[in-house]
Protein backbone atom coordinates (compact mmCIF):
# COMPACT_ATOMS: atom_id res chain seq x y z
CA UNK A 1 0.00 0.00 0.00
CA UNK A 2 2.52 1.85 1.11
CA UNK A 3 4.61 1.59 -2.35
CA UNK A 4 1.43 2.40 -4.47
CA UNK A 5 0.87 5.27 -2.90
CA UNK A 6 4.39 6.28 -3.44
CA UNK A 7 4.04 5.38 -7.30
CA UNK A 8 0.23 7.42 -7.61
CA UNK A 9 2.27 10.38 -5.83
CA UNK A 10 5.25 9.90 -8.19
CA UNK A 11 2.82 9.69 -11.06
CA UNK A 12 1.73 13.10 -10.17
CA UNK A 13 5.22 14.47 -9.99
CA UNK A 14 5.84 13.50 -13.44
CA UNK A 15 3.03 14.44 -15.35
CA UNK A 16 3.40 17.93 -13.65
CA UNK A 17 6.64 17.84 -14.38
CA UNK A 18 5.97 17.47 -18.26
CA UNK A 19 3.33 20.57 -18.33
CA UNK A 20 6.35 22.60 -17.07
CA UNK A 21 8.32 21.60 -20.03
CA UNK A 22 10.68 19.03 -17.90
CA UNK A 23 11.77 16.12 -19.44
CA UNK A 24 12.32 12.86 -17.46
CA UNK A 25 14.23 10.02 -17.02
CA UNK A 26 13.60 7.24 -14.03
CA UNK A 27 16.08 8.68 -11.64
CA UNK A 28 15.67 12.55 -12.30
CA UNK A 29 13.66 15.28 -14.11
CA UNK A 30 15.80 18.06 -16.69
CA UNK A 31 14.73 21.22 -17.64
CA UNK A 32 14.51 21.54 -21.37
CA UNK A 33 16.30 24.71 -21.47
CA UNK A 34 19.79 24.20 -21.72
CA UNK A 35 20.62 27.29 -19.93
CA UNK A 36 19.07 25.90 -16.99
CA UNK A 37 21.51 24.00 -14.55
CA UNK A 38 18.47 22.59 -12.04
CA UNK A 39 18.16 18.92 -12.26
CA UNK A 40 15.79 16.96 -8.79
CA UNK A 41 15.09 13.59 -7.69
CA UNK A 42 10.80 13.30 -7.62
CA UNK A 43 11.31 11.97 -4.53
CA UNK A 44 12.63 15.30 -2.64
CA UNK A 45 9.03 16.32 -3.37
CA UNK A 46 7.69 13.55 -1.23
CA UNK A 47 6.04 14.50 2.14
CA UNK A 48 7.97 14.93 5.02
CA UNK A 49 6.33 12.50 7.64
CA UNK A 50 7.30 14.23 11.33
CA UNK A 51 9.02 11.84 13.75
CA UNK A 52 9.50 9.07 11.14
CA UNK A 53 12.87 8.14 12.48
CA UNK A 54 11.97 8.07 16.02
CA UNK A 55 9.21 5.86 15.34
CA UNK A 56 11.67 3.64 13.28
CA UNK A 57 13.84 3.28 15.91
CA UNK A 58 10.95 2.58 18.48
CA UNK A 59 9.88 -0.51 20.04
CA UNK A 60 6.68 0.42 18.34
CA UNK A 61 8.46 -0.67 14.91
CA UNK A 62 10.98 -3.26 16.26
CA UNK A 63 9.44 -6.51 14.65
CA UNK A 64 11.78 -8.49 15.64
CA UNK A 65 10.55 -8.24 19.57
CA UNK A 66 8.93 -10.69 20.60
CA UNK A 67 5.23 -8.66 20.89
CA UNK A 68 5.78 -9.19 16.85
CA UNK A 69 7.08 -12.52 17.23
CA UNK A 70 5.46 -14.38 19.71
CA UNK A 71 3.29 -16.11 17.08
CA UNK A 72 6.08 -17.08 14.79
CA UNK A 73 6.14 -20.97 15.82
CA UNK A 74 2.13 -21.07 15.00
CA UNK A 75 0.74 -22.87 11.78
CA UNK A 76 -0.58 -19.83 10.15
CA UNK A 77 1.58 -17.26 11.88
CA UNK A 78 -1.56 -15.02 12.02
CA UNK A 79 -1.96 -12.72 15.20
CA UNK A 80 -5.49 -14.17 16.71
CA UNK A 81 -8.36 -12.09 17.72
CA UNK A 82 -7.54 -11.79 21.24
CA UNK A 83 -4.30 -9.89 20.57
CA UNK A 84 -5.00 -8.54 17.45
CA UNK A 85 -5.73 -4.89 19.27
CA UNK A 86 -2.32 -4.13 20.91
CA UNK A 87 -0.14 -6.21 18.31
CA UNK A 88 -1.06 -5.25 14.95
CA UNK A 89 -2.18 -1.97 13.62
CA UNK A 90 -5.05 -3.24 11.76
CA UNK A 91 -6.31 -4.75 14.95
CA UNK A 92 -6.30 -1.58 16.39
CA UNK A 93 -7.75 -0.28 13.71
CA UNK A 94 -10.55 -2.39 13.96
CA UNK A 95 -10.87 -2.36 17.67
CA UNK A 96 -11.34 1.27 17.27
CA UNK A 97 -14.18 0.85 14.29
CA UNK A 98 -12.09 3.36 12.43
CA UNK A 99 -12.26 0.56 9.69
CA UNK A 100 -16.04 1.41 9.36
CA UNK A 101 -16.62 -2.73 11.81
CA UNK A 102 -18.56 -2.24 14.95
CA UNK A 103 -16.21 -0.67 17.86
CA UNK A 104 -14.79 -1.97 20.27
CA UNK A 105 -14.48 -5.50 18.55
CA UNK A 106 -11.92 -8.03 17.03
CA UNK A 107 -13.30 -10.24 15.11
CA UNK A 108 -10.50 -11.68 12.47
CA UNK A 109 -7.58 -12.62 13.00
CA UNK A 110 -4.40 -10.06 11.60
CA UNK A 111 -1.92 -10.48 9.05
CA UNK A 112 1.30 -11.77 10.57
CA UNK A 113 3.93 -9.98 11.70
CA UNK A 114 6.85 -10.73 9.38
CA UNK A 115 4.55 -8.61 6.63
CA UNK A 116 3.06 -5.73 9.18
CA UNK A 117 4.44 -2.54 10.11
CA UNK A 118 4.34 -2.69 13.93
CA UNK A 119 2.20 -0.29 15.44
CA UNK A 120 2.18 2.57 12.86
CA UNK A 121 1.66 5.95 12.41
CA UNK A 122 -2.05 5.30 11.56
CA UNK A 123 -2.55 3.22 14.75
CA UNK A 124 -2.72 6.93 16.49
CA UNK A 125 -3.29 8.83 13.90
CA UNK A 126 -6.82 8.91 12.57
CA UNK A 127 -10.11 10.47 13.64
CA UNK A 128 -11.32 8.04 15.97
CA UNK A 129 -8.56 7.61 18.01
CA UNK A 130 -7.88 11.26 18.19
CA UNK A 131 -11.58 11.78 18.82
CA UNK A 132 -11.31 9.01 22.12
CA UNK A 133 -12.82 10.32 25.48
CA UNK A 134 -13.01 7.27 27.37
CA UNK A 135 -11.35 4.27 28.23
CA UNK A 136 -12.49 0.97 29.52
CA UNK A 137 -10.13 -0.79 31.73
CA UNK A 138 -10.44 -4.71 32.07
CA UNK A 139 -12.12 -4.29 35.36
CA UNK A 140 -14.88 -2.61 33.75
CA UNK A 141 -14.32 0.78 35.04
CA UNK A 142 -14.43 3.83 32.60
CA UNK A 143 -12.32 6.78 32.46
CA UNK A 144 -12.36 9.72 31.26
CA UNK A 145 -9.71 11.29 29.24
CA UNK A 146 -9.75 14.41 27.32
CA UNK A 147 -5.84 14.45 26.33
CA UNK A 148 -4.09 12.45 23.79
CA UNK A 149 -2.40 10.16 25.64
CA UNK A 150 -5.62 8.13 25.50
CA UNK A 151 -4.24 6.45 23.13
CA UNK A 152 -1.72 4.90 25.00
CA UNK A 153 -3.96 3.51 27.71
CA UNK A 154 -5.83 1.67 25.25
CA UNK A 155 -3.28 -1.07 25.09
CA UNK A 156 -1.56 -0.16 28.77
CA UNK A 157 -3.92 -1.07 30.80
CA UNK A 158 -3.37 -4.68 31.46
CA UNK A 159 -5.61 -7.46 30.79
CA UNK A 160 -6.56 -8.29 34.53
CA UNK A 161 -8.06 -6.89 37.50
CA UNK A 162 -9.77 -7.00 40.68
CA UNK A 163 -12.58 -8.61 39.00
CA UNK A 164 -11.10 -11.51 36.62
CA UNK A 165 -9.34 -12.55 40.02
CA UNK A 166 -12.83 -12.59 41.87
CA UNK A 167 -14.40 -14.10 39.15
CA UNK A 168 -12.85 -17.35 39.37
CA UNK A 169 -12.93 -17.52 42.65
CA UNK A 170 -16.68 -17.23 42.53
CA UNK A 171 -16.42 -19.80 39.46
CA UNK A 172 -14.54 -22.21 41.17
CA UNK A 173 -16.89 -22.09 44.01
CA UNK A 174 -15.01 -19.78 46.43
CA UNK A 175 -12.43 -22.63 47.33
CA UNK A 176 -11.07 -22.44 50.99
CA UNK A 177 -7.77 -20.02 51.35
CA UNK A 178 -5.43 -21.89 52.09
CA UNK A 179 -6.08 -25.10 50.20
CA UNK A 180 -5.17 -25.88 46.86
CA UNK A 181 -7.92 -25.63 44.22
CA UNK A 182 -7.22 -27.97 41.37
CA UNK A 183 -8.57 -25.98 38.63
CA UNK A 184 -7.25 -22.51 39.79
CA UNK A 185 -4.24 -21.17 37.33
CA UNK A 186 -2.33 -18.05 37.40
CA UNK A 187 -4.17 -15.11 36.14
CA UNK A 188 -1.37 -12.56 34.14
CA UNK A 189 -1.71 -8.58 34.67
CA UNK A 190 0.13 -8.80 30.60
CA UNK A 191 2.78 -6.59 29.42
CA UNK A 192 3.46 -2.96 30.60
CA UNK A 193 0.22 -2.11 32.43
CA UNK A 194 1.23 1.71 33.49
CA UNK A 195 -2.32 3.15 33.05
CA UNK A 196 -3.92 0.95 35.51
CA UNK A 197 -0.92 1.86 38.10
CA UNK A 198 -1.28 5.47 37.24
CA UNK A 199 -5.41 5.36 38.14
CA UNK A 200 -4.66 2.82 40.97
CA UNK A 201 -8.62 2.22 42.71
CA UNK A 202 -9.81 3.70 40.58
CA UNK A 203 -9.83 1.15 38.05
CA UNK A 204 -8.60 -1.96 39.82
CA UNK A 205 -5.81 -3.36 38.20
CA UNK A 206 -3.79 -4.37 40.95
CA UNK A 207 -5.83 -6.56 43.09
CA UNK A 208 -7.65 -5.01 46.13
CA UNK A 209 -8.08 -6.69 49.42
CA UNK A 210 -11.68 -6.90 50.50
CA UNK A 211 -11.72 -3.53 53.71
CA UNK A 212 -9.11 -2.10 52.51
CA UNK A 213 -8.14 1.67 50.53
CA UNK A 214 -6.28 2.22 47.38
CA UNK A 215 -4.93 5.42 45.76
CA UNK A 216 -6.68 6.36 43.05
CA UNK A 217 -5.27 8.53 40.07
CA UNK A 218 -1.87 10.16 40.72
CA UNK A 219 -1.49 13.54 40.75
CA UNK A 220 2.09 13.87 39.67
CA UNK A 221 1.97 17.85 38.82
CA UNK A 222 0.30 19.82 36.21
CA UNK A 223 3.08 19.81 33.93
CA UNK A 224 3.66 16.26 34.13
CA UNK A 225 0.23 14.70 33.49
CA UNK A 226 0.01 12.75 30.02
CA UNK A 227 1.94 9.78 28.97
CA UNK A 228 3.62 12.37 26.46
CA UNK A 229 4.63 14.61 29.22
CA UNK A 230 7.18 12.03 30.46
CA UNK A 231 7.59 9.73 27.56
CA UNK A 232 8.33 10.47 23.65
CA UNK A 233 4.89 9.30 21.95
CA UNK A 234 7.11 8.38 18.68
CA UNK A 235 10.73 6.91 20.52
CA UNK A 236 8.72 6.15 23.43
CA UNK A 237 12.12 7.02 25.37
CA UNK A 238 11.80 8.62 28.92
CA UNK A 239 12.53 12.78 28.59
CA UNK A 240 14.33 12.55 31.70
CA UNK A 241 15.39 15.97 31.35
CA UNK A 242 12.05 17.47 32.25
CA UNK A 243 12.45 16.01 35.61
CA UNK A 244 15.67 17.79 36.38
CA UNK A 245 13.24 20.97 36.87
CA UNK A 246 11.78 19.76 39.64
CA UNK A 247 14.08 17.43 41.12
CA UNK A 248 17.92 18.31 41.66
CA UNK A 249 18.45 14.86 42.31
CA UNK A 250 18.20 13.50 38.88
CA UNK A 251 20.56 13.75 36.35
CA UNK A 252 19.21 14.47 32.63
CA UNK A 253 22.06 12.03 31.16
CA UNK A 254 21.36 9.49 33.45
CA UNK A 255 17.62 7.66 33.72
CA UNK A 256 18.40 5.56 36.94
CA UNK A 257 18.73 8.52 39.11
CA UNK A 258 15.15 9.40 38.61
CA UNK A 259 15.24 6.39 41.16
CA UNK A 260 16.52 8.79 43.63
CA UNK A 261 13.12 10.78 43.88
CA UNK A 262 10.98 10.91 46.61
CA UNK A 263 8.64 13.54 48.26
CA UNK A 264 7.27 11.16 51.19
CA UNK A 265 9.29 11.05 54.38
CA UNK A 266 7.42 7.57 55.65
CA UNK A 267 9.20 4.76 56.40
CA UNK A 268 7.31 2.29 54.23
CA UNK A 269 10.00 -0.49 53.98
CA UNK A 270 10.88 0.00 57.80
CA UNK A 271 14.34 0.03 56.96
CA UNK A 272 14.62 3.69 59.01
CA UNK A 273 16.02 5.06 55.85
CA UNK A 274 13.39 7.94 54.37
CA UNK A 275 16.19 9.85 52.38
CA UNK A 276 16.16 6.71 49.81
CA UNK A 277 14.11 7.24 47.04
CA UNK A 278 10.49 5.87 46.61
CA UNK A 279 12.04 3.36 44.18
CA UNK A 280 14.03 1.92 46.61
CA UNK A 281 10.91 1.53 48.98
CA UNK A 282 8.79 -0.33 46.61
CA UNK A 283 11.75 -2.56 45.51
CA UNK A 284 12.49 -3.36 49.30
CA UNK A 285 8.44 -4.23 49.54
CA UNK A 286 8.58 -6.06 46.58
CA UNK A 287 11.19 -8.39 47.60
CA UNK A 288 9.72 -9.09 51.15
CA UNK A 289 6.05 -9.99 49.03
CA UNK A 290 8.43 -12.35 47.09
CA UNK A 291 9.96 -13.84 50.56
CA UNK A 292 6.72 -14.46 51.88
CA UNK A 293 5.06 -15.93 48.67
CA UNK A 294 8.00 -18.26 48.60
CA UNK A 295 7.50 -18.89 52.44
CA UNK A 296 3.57 -19.32 52.29
CA UNK A 297 4.15 -21.82 49.19
CA UNK A 298 6.52 -24.10 50.62
CA UNK A 299 5.38 -24.04 54.59
CA UNK A 300 1.63 -24.24 54.04
CA UNK A 301 1.23 -25.56 50.60
CA UNK A 302 4.12 -27.94 50.09
CA UNK A 303 5.06 -27.08 46.76
CA UNK A 304 8.01 -24.73 46.89
CA UNK A 305 7.40 -21.49 43.93
CA UNK A 306 10.22 -19.76 41.76
CA UNK A 307 9.38 -16.34 39.83
CA UNK A 308 11.03 -15.49 36.58
CA UNK A 309 9.53 -12.22 34.93
CA UNK A 310 11.08 -13.01 31.30
CA UNK A 311 9.67 -16.48 30.65
CA UNK A 312 5.55 -16.95 30.94
CA UNK A 313 3.53 -18.13 32.95
CA UNK A 314 6.17 -16.63 35.57
CA UNK A 315 5.86 -18.97 38.23
CA UNK A 316 7.30 -22.35 38.28
CA UNK A 317 7.96 -25.06 40.91
CA UNK A 318 11.09 -25.32 42.46
CA UNK A 319 12.12 -28.47 41.64
CA UNK A 320 15.69 -29.09 43.05
CA UNK A 321 14.47 -27.02 46.26
CA UNK A 322 17.42 -24.10 45.79
CA UNK A 323 15.25 -21.40 45.99
CA UNK A 324 16.82 -20.13 42.26
CA UNK A 325 14.90 -19.65 39.04
CA UNK A 326 17.53 -22.27 37.50
CA UNK A 327 16.94 -22.43 33.61
CA UNK A 328 16.03 -25.91 33.56
CA UNK A 329 12.91 -24.84 35.58
CA UNK A 330 11.73 -22.10 33.85
CA UNK A 331 10.13 -23.64 30.98
CA UNK A 332 6.01 -24.01 30.47
CA UNK A 333 5.33 -27.31 31.48
CA UNK A 334 7.34 -27.23 34.95
CA UNK A 335 4.72 -24.10 35.49
CA UNK A 336 3.16 -23.89 38.95
CA UNK A 337 0.13 -25.28 39.42
CA UNK A 338 -0.56 -25.58 43.11
CA UNK A 339 -2.35 -22.17 43.73
CA UNK A 340 -4.64 -21.99 46.56
CA UNK A 341 -6.58 -18.47 46.69
CA UNK A 342 -4.77 -16.46 49.21
CA UNK A 343 -1.10 -17.50 46.99
CA UNK A 344 -2.91 -16.66 43.58
CA UNK A 345 -4.07 -13.37 44.85
CA UNK A 346 -0.77 -11.99 46.23
CA UNK A 347 1.59 -13.71 43.15
CA UNK A 348 -1.10 -11.27 40.95
CA UNK A 349 -0.02 -8.07 43.23
CA UNK A 350 3.75 -9.25 42.90
CA UNK A 351 3.58 -9.73 39.14
CA UNK A 352 1.61 -6.37 38.71
CA UNK A 353 4.63 -4.45 40.54
CA UNK A 354 6.89 -6.12 37.99
CA UNK A 355 5.39 -5.94 34.77
CA UNK A 356 5.18 -1.50 35.61
CA UNK A 357 8.78 -0.96 36.44
CA UNK A 358 8.00 2.92 35.74
CA UNK A 359 5.28 2.31 38.53
CA UNK A 360 7.66 4.16 40.80
CA UNK A 361 6.74 7.14 38.86
CA UNK A 362 3.52 6.14 37.65
CA UNK A 363 1.62 5.33 41.00
CA UNK A 364 4.08 4.53 43.57
CA UNK A 365 1.65 4.50 46.59
CA UNK A 366 -0.56 2.13 44.82
CA UNK A 367 2.43 -0.38 44.39
CA UNK A 368 3.31 -0.25 47.88
CA UNK A 369 -0.20 -0.57 49.18
CA UNK A 370 -0.32 -3.65 47.04
CA UNK A 371 2.67 -5.11 47.92
CA UNK A 372 1.87 -4.28 51.82
CA UNK A 373 -1.76 -6.13 51.76
CA UNK A 374 -0.19 -8.92 50.17
CA UNK A 375 2.47 -9.49 52.74
CA UNK A 376 -0.22 -8.72 55.61
CA UNK A 377 -2.82 -11.30 54.03
CA UNK A 378 -0.29 -14.12 53.55
CA UNK A 379 1.33 -13.47 57.07
CA UNK A 380 -2.64 -14.27 57.97
CA UNK A 381 -2.07 -17.75 56.08
CA UNK A 382 0.76 -18.82 58.25
CA UNK A 383 3.92 -17.18 55.55
CA UNK A 384 5.86 -16.58 58.86
CA UNK A 385 6.79 -13.33 57.04
CA UNK A 386 5.42 -10.20 59.10
CA UNK A 387 4.84 -6.85 56.66
CA UNK A 388 6.74 -4.19 58.28
CA UNK A 389 7.01 -0.45 57.69
CA UNK A 390 3.94 2.42 57.27
CA UNK A 391 0.85 1.53 54.98
CA UNK A 392 0.66 4.52 52.35
CA UNK A 393 -2.78 6.67 52.93
CA UNK A 394 -2.34 8.71 49.85
Known amino acids: ?171 LGNPESDSVAADLAFINIHYRPAAATRFGGEVRGGYEYDGMEYAGYYFHDRDSQTCNDCHSPHSLEVKVESCTDCHDEVDAANAETMRLVRSSKADYDANGDTSEGIHAEIAALHGQLYDAISSYADAVLGQPVIFRGTNYPYFFNDTNGNGEADDDEVAFPNRYQSWSPRLLKAAYNYNFISKDPGGYTHNPYYQLQLAYDSIADLAEGGSGVEVMGERPDE
Open 1 to 171: MKNALRGKMLALVLVGATALGWTTSSTSVHAQDSGAAATFNPADLMPEIPALEAWRNSPHADLSKEAFRHWDEEEDKLIPETCAKCHSTTGYLEFLGADGSEPGVVSKQEIDPEHASGIACMACHNTVAQNMTSVIFPSGDEAEVFTSDIRCMTCHGGRASTVQVNDKMEE
